[in-house]
């Protein structure tokens, strides 16, 4: 993810949040809000659970900032602490059964205003329909995946980042990466075999 903001004016930002600047913090939480928000929903499928995920990353993101080097684009950093959350979250509720009752997965109703669909975008209505089957396809086997698969290929096709910010993001090296997303892609195309 490039960052939305130079890059001297996010580190401005940073350390005047680390020092306690909550107007400085206000504006970084506004630069990546729909990002965080974006990946967190991507991961977990669930526009509730993706709100408390986000919201959850900004107070760590608060808490933690004093720890942050400039090793890394604060974006990288972010985004990591998004995947550490999304995994704790899912850790819980695997551990509580919860995923038995209501899945992280399931898609929201067709009448829910909070569901994400794709836009339609054919002139034809036959077209149209299809188009939306496949994706409707597609979301529900992206969220059949293993968090682990649905995290690389969240990050590198929707969020569109290169490999080497994936494997800092997830703490892994550049070839983990590469087979993660490969074995994710069989495992997407198998489960999509028949829709395409």
Same mark, same amino acid.
């Given at each position: 993810?490039? @960052?939305?903001v130079?890059?001297?004016?996010?580190?401005?930002? /940073?350390?005047?949040?680390?020092?306690?600047?909550?107007?400085?913090?206000?504006?970084? =939480?506004?630069?990546?809000? @729909?990002?965080?928000?974006?990946l967190?929903? *991507?991961?977990?499928?669930?526009?509730?659970?993706?709100?408390?995920?986000?919201?959850? /990353?900004?107070?760590?993101?608060?808490? *933690?900032? +004093? %720890?942050?080097?400039?090793?890394?684009?604060?974006?990288?950093?972010?985004?990591? =602490?998004? /995947?550490?959350?999304?995994? *704790? %979250?899912?850790?819980?509720?695997?551990r509580?059964?919860?995923? +038995?009752?209501?899945?992280? #997965?399931?898609?929201? #109703?067709?009448? @829910?205003?909070?569901?994400? #669909?794709?836009?339609?975008?054919?002139?034809?209505? %036959?077209?149209?329909?299809?188009? &939306?089957?496949?994706?409707?396809?597609?979301?529900?086997?992206?969220?059949?995946?293993?968090?682990?698969?649905?995290? /690389?290929?969240?990050?590198?096709?929707?969020?569109?980042?290169?490999?080497?910010?994936i494997?800092?993001?997830?703490?892994?090296?550049?070839?983990?990466? +590469?087979?993660?997303?490969? &074995?994710?892609?069989?495992?997407?195309?198998e489960?999509? &075999?028949? =829709?395409?």
């Amino acid at each position: 993810m490039s @960052d939305p903001v130079p890059d001297a004016e996010v580190e401005h930002l /940073v350390r005047s949040s680390a020092e306690g600047d909550l107007d400085a913090f206000d504006r970084l =939480v506004g630069i990546y809000q @729909d990002k965080v928000f974006g990946l967190a929903y *991507n991961l977990v499928r669930d526009y509730d659970e993706a709100q408390e995920v986000a919201q959850e /990353v900004f107070i760590s993101c608060f808490r *933690n900032l +004093k %720890r942050f080097r400039f090793e890394s684009r604060f974006s990288t950093w972010l985004y990591r =602490v998004t /995947v550490n959350q999304v995994k *704790n %979250r899912w850790k819980y509720h695997r551990r509580r059964q919860r995923d +038995k009752h209501e899945s992280l #997965d399931t898609p929201r #109703d067709e009448d @829910d205003p909070r569901r994400i #669909d794709p836009p339609d975008e054919g002139p034809d209505p %036959r077209q149209a329909a299809e188009g &939306r089957e496949r994706m409707e396809a597609f979301e529900k086997a992206l969220g059949a995946l293993s968090l682990e698969y649905r995290q /690389v290929l969240t990050l590198r096709f929707i969020e569109d980042l290169q490999y080497n910010e994936i494997a800092e993001i997830l703490d892994c090296s550049i070839g983990t990466v +590469k087979s993660r997303i490969n &074995r994710a892609r069989k495992t997407l195309r198998e489960k999509m &075999r028949g =829709v395409l």
